[in-house]
């Protein structure tokens, strides 16, 4: 099960969801398109790391293990969820694939040849279900306005609309913005619901979330709202389909998937400085039982001396919440990453010299940590169990597959997007403008051609 976000796949927006800076609108709209990156998962050390034998990784100066607990506060200790995958509702596990090529719709199941789902043009996102029966898929009509939001089944047929641009435009008051859009969009884990919200947008920078949230079911085109207007914002579904985090710029409630039983600001903190014309709502992890989540919220002010990063868990059904620690480090651009078993972190730590920063993977108190470069660095994402890991050095584009237990394999070419399918295979997209290639990748350093997408930007979205 997977939270899953609107995302272009363009070299602007593949760099900032992998941590780079980059200025005005091309930033807003990244940060709109939804929370972190599917991969942004971690994992756990193995006996020897916690035992802090050297380990040696050729790349980015060889990542070694060292206990260091540094500054770190420790209050409590999470115990290991072990994270297992969902089983494939299908008899025989299957690999889909949603994505885009040429501004339509297309599916590949691999070793099969991909197929088109819609001759609908202007298409920018797609979101498989999990069951892989259908995928939503969103697109611009014109150069301005609201998208369109439309459902087809997995083989080609009932392309239907969900949404008209005019029903989006429709969902709240425009304010001072041009015109109301999608902000998220996602499905709920194990249903053929999608969660959607909503922004205001602007004619030139800025980001205003309305902080609504809606639900439509796919199969019947029924709209639900669960939260009006400044009641809502982005939500977190728990994988069992049950719950929901929901997570705004100063707190983080729980509720029940319908909107009842709220637990409102279970975790309230001063709103993150971004420096730019937005506001950083924190990303969630979900335990794989559904139990409980974790979320990390970086110090006021990123950039201030001596950042740092408090580490939340949060009981899925009462609501009460536990400060596991606060490290010392950065946090933000890039956001730190919580395994799915919550035990485990991703984050950098400064250097004497400013441009140079230092990516670690530890223990929630900062011991038994994985050093893996320095410079222009992070952790991306995580399998599901947390023994293996993605991550960039030199260049943000330039990544690696590394394990907690040792050795690293690169990841061929140069990736603009990765998201980990299973514990050993993760799809990747590459190349440049027009020219696209999105293969599955193993921990092994194996590769192989799953599709050649056309157009200027391509975005997928799969499931096993």
Not at 234 to 261: C, E, N
Not at 440 to 458: H, M, Y
């Amino acid at each position: 099960m997977r939270t899953k976000h609107f995302l272009l796949i363009t070299l602007s927006l593949a760099l900032v969801s992998i941590g780079c800076n980059i200025s005005g609108g091309s930033v807003n709209t990244a940060l709109a398109a939804g929370h972190s990156i599917e991969s942004q998962v971690a994992g756990t050390l193995t006996e020897a790391a916690a035992a802090g034998s050297a380990v040696t990784l050729p790349v980015g100066g060889g990542p070694t293990i060292a206990d260091t607990p540094g500054s770190t506060t420790t209050q409590t200790v999470m115990p290991t969820v072990t994270a297992t995958l969902a089983p494939s509702p299908t008899s025989e596990p299957q690999l889909r694939v949603a994505f885009i090529s040429g501004e339509t719709p297309w599916i590949v199941q691999p070793p099969a040849a991909p197929v088109q789902l819609s001759t609908m043009t202007g298409v920018d996102g797609v979101y498989l279900s999990d069951d892989g029966a259908l995928v939503v898929y969103t697109r611009h009509g014109g150069s301005s306005g609201p998208a369109e939001v439309r459902v087809v089944n997995s083989d080609g047929t009932g392309d239907r609309t969900l949404l008209t641009s005019g029903q989006v435009g429709a969902l709240e008051a425009p304010g001072g913005a041009s015109y109301v859009e999608v902000n998220l969009l996602q499905w709920v884990p194990g249903t053929h619901r999608i969660f959607l919200n909503t922004r205001g947008q602007f004619e030139g920078p800025g980001l205003s979330r309305n902080d609504d949230l809606f639900a439509v079911d796919a199969d019947t085109g029924a709209i639900t709202t669960i939260y009006t207007a400044g009641n809502g914002g982005d939500p977190y579904p728990s994988p069992d389909g049950t719950k929901m985090a929901i997570s705004r710029a100063t707190f983080l409630s729980v509720a029940a998937i319908d909107g009842s039983g709220l637990h409102a600001s279970v975790i309230t903190f001063p709103a993150i400085i971004t420096y730019s014309e937005y506001q950083y709502y924190p990303p969630v992890v979900w335990a794989t039982d559904s139990s409980r989540f974790g979320v990390i919220i970086p110090s006021e002010d990123p950039f201030a001396a001596a950042p740092t990063g408090a580490i939340w868990s949060v009981d899925g059904s009462s609501g009460a919440a536990t400060l596991v620690s606060t490290l010392s480090g950065l946090f933000f651009l890039p956001s730190g990453v919580l395994s799915p078993s919550l035990d485990r972190v991703g984050y950098l730590r400064p250097t004497a010299d400013p441009s140079v920063k230092d990516s670690y993977v530890s223990a929630l108190d900062g011991s038994t940590s994985l050093h893996l470069g320095s410079g222009t660095t992070a952790v991306l994402s995580f399998a599901p169990d947390g023994q293996h890991f993605a991550y960039y050095v030199s260049a943000p584009t330039t990544v690696f597959i590394g394990s907690l237990a040792g050795g690293t394999v690169p990841v061929p070419g140069s990736v603009m997007r990765l998201a980990w399918v299973n514990n050993t295979q993760f799809v990747f997209s590459q190349g440049t403008m027009s020219s696209w290639t999105m293969q599955l990748g193993n921990i092994s350093g194996a590769a192989s051609l799953i599709a050649s997408p056309t157009g200027d930007r391509t975005t997928f979205d799969a499931n096993w």
